[in-house]
């Protein structure tokens, strides 16, 4: 094993980030400083990305099988951190549970030790004042957080069965470069807040989010 930016990566990793956007990307850049790890991408159209570098990129639509047949075999992690197009609820459910569904099937294989589906607090649904953790029960009113958590479940049925090693991170509020939506409406003079005294928001820094996702990618034993 070899000490990277305060955490331990594991060599000869074949990784596969599915849905390999902003945050992939910067997931990416930290497992490739491991020269020994291999880091394939998912993306519709990835041809004309140059980083980061070093990455494999396959060219695939998650919500189409027929077109993961590229996948290549000896997958060892599978990191599935894609988003639909557009906040519809057939969106929504053909990204994330069909699309997750078909990238784990493509997928599997006996070499395949943990699937890392990155999820959203939305699962929790509205608690109002009260503080959220990950003893909270789920309860999501909206269909963003019901399809999220049919996800969620789905995977976990899924690593019971297949004895694959799976993980839901809860992520929410991600800010970073590009992308300053909140910043800019506090600029304008835009932004609000309850009028409430307390105000509870989640916010994570995308290098963060990233560094996390690594260490969970590295951990023995993410959950009890």
Same mark, same amino acid.
């Given at each position: 094993?070899?000490?990277?930016?305060? &955490?331990?990566?594991?060599?000869?990793?074949?990784?596969?980030?599915?849905?390999?956007?902003?945050?992939?990307?910067?997931?990416?850049?930290?497992?490739?400083?491991?020269?020994?790890?291999?880091?394939?991408?998912?993306?519709?159209?990835?041809?004309?990305?140059?980083?980061?570098?070093?990455?494999?990129?396959?060219?695939?639509?998650?919500?189409?099988?027929?077109?993961?047949?590229?996948?290549?075999?000896?997958?060892?992690?599978?990191?599935?951190?894609?988003?639909?197009?557009?906040?519809?609820?057939?969106?929504?459910?053909?990204?994330?549970?069909?699309?997750?569904?078909?990238?784990?099937?493509?997928?599997?294989?006996?070499?395949?030790?943990?699937?890392? &589906?990155?999820?959203?607090?939305?699962?929790?649904?509205?608690?109002?004042?009260?503080?959220?953790?990950?003893?909270?029960?789920?309860?999501?009113?909206? &269909?963003?957080?019901?399809?999220?958590?049919?996800?969620?479940?789905? #995977?976990?049925?899924?690593?019971?069965?297949?004895?694959?090693?799976?993980?839901?991170?809860?992520?929410?509020?991600?800010?970073?470069?590009?992308?300053?939506? #909140?910043?800019?409406?506090?600029?304008?003079?835009?932004?609000?807040?309850?009028?409430?005294?307390?105000?509870?928001?989640?916010?994570?820094?995308?290098?963060?989010?990233?560094?996390?996702?690594?260490?969970? #990618?590295?951990?023995?034993?993410?959950?009890?």
């Amino acid at each position: 094993m070899r000490y990277v930016k305060d &955490f331990f990566i594991r060599v000869d990793m074949r990784i596969l980030i599915a849905g390999c956007g902003d945050l992939g990307s910067h997931v990416a850049k930290l497992l490739l400083k491991t020269k020994d790890n291999e880091v394939f991408g998912i993306r519709r159209q990835p041809a004309s990305l140059r980083e980061p570098h070093g990455i494999k990129w396959i060219a695939a639509d998650l919500t189409k099988p027929v077109s993961l047949d590229s996948i290549p075999e000896g997958i060892t992690h599978l990191i599935f951190a894609a988003a639909p197009n557009e906040r519809s609820e057939d969106a929504y459910r053909a990204t994330y549970l069909h699309g997750l569904q078909n990238v784990v099937q493509a997928s599997q294989s006996p070499k395949l030790k943990r699937v890392i &589906f990155i999820s959203s607090t939305a699962v929790y649904g509205d608690h109002g004042q009260e503080w959220v953790d990950e003893t909270t029960p789920t309860n999501p009113s909206a &269909f963003n957080g019901r399809i999220l958590c049919d996800a969620e479940n789905w #995977l976990t049925a899924f690593g019971s069965r297949s004895q694959v090693s799976t993980v839901s991170l809860r992520l929410s509020g991600i800010y970073g470069p590009q992308r300053n939506y #909140l910043l800019e409406r506090i600029r304008q003079g835009l932004a609000v807040a309850p009028k409430s005294n307390e105000h509870w928001v989640n916010r994570i820094h995308i290098e963060d989010a990233a560094a996390a996702v690594v260490h969970i #990618l590295e951990m023995q034993t993410p959950l009890p």
